[in-house]
């Protein structure tokens, strides 16, 4: 986000015999009161079930407005701001471009079509309301039809919802409005008259370039920079590379006109495909979690309770109004996009409320007094202020409206967790693999993602733990620190991709057993170097054939040996095919019966299916329920 005043900063006493220690016990007692009103309310509304956020805001206005602890807000807000910079880049660590390409029709289709509409009926509903003249109407009206990045953003992490698909749609559309920024600053200086009539078209310019040398350096400097450091070993190094990174593309951004999150959240991206993008994550999440705290309590220290006061009735009506009229907008533009009910009530749920870049136009706006009066922009600003602290009753409310099943979620436990075996996801495979280690005498640490299926194994006496393999957070509590081997039993191929390069970058020491989709995946499983994989078809698929012989009269014995045959063959096929592509091998089909005996090797080359699992690879199994 762009900084909200160049001059925040200005209030440094200057160095000389006169400076008293004033100034440092300020800045101690306020870092205190911060950190101490985090530590009290988050808890404490997290218990209520309002969410850490709304727990944030309380303490800022408590602290602020009520109790006038902390007099200069803009400074606070100016330094939390960091904790949004830093929320965009870990989102970019998440994104591969690749990925970010397959949502450009998310993010400049329906996120234009947001902002134009919500901007067009909110501009409508100002210059009814009189507020303003109609060209400060638009202004407030498509500033008012920004939401909140910060906030959605923390409400689909805290609710693991950032990687579902209602959760990369609300990315998109949040992801348009931090470009829009840009075309909509310029409306300001067009519409404020001929006073300053100056060209955008440079500042365009200079914002695309600045755009080009992000992607530029990130493709050819930053992995580079972090492997020179990694050699080192110096881990403080690397932690200050990585702060170096973020703060210093959110600064060339913010130079080029544009949004410092934005910066950030491209280098972000950048770094998304880099074998280091989990060390990063894990070096930048502390001053995250941090300064977005601080950064929630500085919205509600900048609350001016007078100004609500003044206008109350117009505060009580005008915001609802503005959530109302965003929700409605937002749910038929995702219903017209293709979301289905239940994800499309979920984002309008979700980015109702007004945004940080709000702060911005309407100052912006009321500089010069040209569209609207200083005293207009305090109003707005509450208003906005006041629509983020309803986002977590918003976003809880939406789930009422909600009609289908939706995952459900569990708190995370991992007291006792910790074996030489980590089994992650509790699959129709994973529970016959567990009956055998556990009948070995062995203990095995299970992590799965489906609060029914833990629910169930709970009802046969088993202990499964709640969590998100894909976390690496979730993998270090579940113990994988200590384990020696790492079952992999998901059923999704994506999900099963993911943790296994999590843990071969994470923790090499682990052994990775890992559960193949198909033939494909276990090729691909081979090449990325996993210590075992194996397809769940297979093995039920040799005893289902030889017991079909036997039934045919073929005796126990016999039956046996061809099954063992045909393993001995599909084993060296996959070598083959690791190492020759997938055609390799077909010559050790069987495409019809061998004469006379059944374990003679055939006469005639084999013919190659096309469309059998395990013969050639095509994907046949389904995806498990559960």
């Known amino acids: 986000m762009a900084v909200y005043r160049s001059h925040v900063l200005q209030h440094r006493l200057p160095y000389g015999k006169k400076q008293t220690m004033s100034a440092p016990n300020s800045l101690f007692t306020e870092t205190l009161m911060l950190l101490g009103g985090a530590v009290v309310t988050a808890p404490i509304f997290k218990k209520l079930g309002l969410g850490t956020v709304l727990g944030y805001l309380a303490a800022g206005v408590v602290i602020g407005p009520i109790l006038h602890g902390i007099g200069d807000s803009e400074a606070v807000l100016a330094v939390a701001e960091l904790g949004v910079v830093f929320l965009l880049f870990i989102i970019g660590l998440e994104l591969k471009p690749s990925r970010l390409w397959q949502m450009r029709r998310d993010i400049f289709g329906l996120g234009s079509a947001q902002v134009i509409l919500s901007g067009l009926a909110l501009t409508l509903a100002a210059y009814l309301a009189n507020i303003a003249g109609w060209q400060g109407s638009i202004i407030i009206g498509f500033g008012l039809a920004l939401s909140s990045t910060a906030f959605a953003m923390q409400i689909l992490e805290q609710q693991g919802d950032v990687n579902t698909k209602y959760g990369q ?40 370039g600045a755009v080009a040398a992000m992607i530029i350096a990130g493709r050819y400097l930053l992995t580079p920079l972090f492997q020179v450091i990694a050699r080192t070993g110096a881990r403080e190094a690397m932690i200050a590379a990585a702060l170096l990174v973020v703060m210093g593309s959110a600064t060339l951004m913010q130079l080029a006109g544009l949004s410092m999150a934005m910066g950030a959240f491209l280098s972000g991206v950048m770094l998304a495909e880099s074998s280091y993008r989990h060390e990063l994550e894990a070096d930048i999440e502390p001053f995250r979690g941090v300064l977005l705290a601080i950064f929630f309590i500085a919205v509600g220290l900048s609350l001016k309770l007078d100004v609500i006061v003044d206008n109350w009735v117009l505060i009580l009506l005008a915001v609802p109004v503005v959530m109302i009229v965003k929700a409605i907008v937002i749910y038929a533009l995702c219903r017209v996009a293709g979301s289905p009910h239940n994800d499309a009530v979920r984002i309008a749920g979700l980015l109702p409320q007004g945004g940080e870049f709000g702060f911005v136009l309407f100052s912006a706006a009321s500089a010069s007094g040209g569209l609207f009066s200083a005293s207009t922009a305090s109003m707005l600003i509450a208003i906005v202020t006041l629509s983020m602290a309803l986002t977590p009753l918003s976003a809880a409310l939406s789930k009422r409206l909600i009609t289908a099943d939706t995952q459900e979620e569990l708190d995370e436990d991992f007291e006792g967790a910790g074996s030489d075996v980590l089994m992650i996801g509790f699959s129709r495979f994973g529970q016959i693999a567990a009956q055998i280690l556990l009948a070995s005498g062995r203990d095995v640490t299970v992590i799965d993602f489906s609060a029914d299926r833990i629910r169930q194994a709970s009802s046969f006496g088993f202990r499964i733990y709640f969590g998100d393999g894909t976390r690496k957070e979730v993998l270090r509590s579940a113990g994988i620190d200590r384990a020696k081997i790492v079952v992999v039993s998901t059923h999704l191929r994506e999900v099963t991709d993911k943790i296994v390069e999590l843990v071969q970058t994470d923790y090499p020491h682990a052994s990775l057993f890992v559960r193949s989709y198909d033939r494909i995946h ?75 005996e059944p374990l003679v090797k055939p006469k005639r080359a084999a013919e190659a299916y096309s469309d059998a699992d395990d013969l050639v690879a095509l994907p046949q199994e389904e995806p498990e329920r559960a």
Do not use: W
């Not at 200086?189 to 310019?205: F, I, Q, S, W």
């Not at 054939?545 to 060296?572: F, H, M, N, P, W």
């Open 522 to 596: 276990s090729i691909e499983l081979r090449h990325k170097g996993v210590d075992y994989e194996l397809r769940e078809t297979l093995e039920s698929g040799l005893l289902f054939g030889r017991r079909t012989l036997e039934a045919l009269g073929v005796s126990e014995a016999e039956a046996y040996e061809i099954g063992e045959d045909i393993r001995k063959r599909d084993e060296q096929r996959l070598v083959l095919q690791v190492s020759e592509g997938l055609q390799a091998g077909t010559d050790m089909l069987y495409s019809r019966p061998v004469k006379p």
């Open 169 to 208: 749609r609300s990315f998109s559309m949040l992801l348009l409005q931090d470009l829009a920024i840009v075309p909509l600053l310029a409306l300001v200086t067009v519409l404020d008259g001929p006073k300053e009539a100056t060209n955008p078209l440079p500042d365009l310019a200079v914002a695309v």
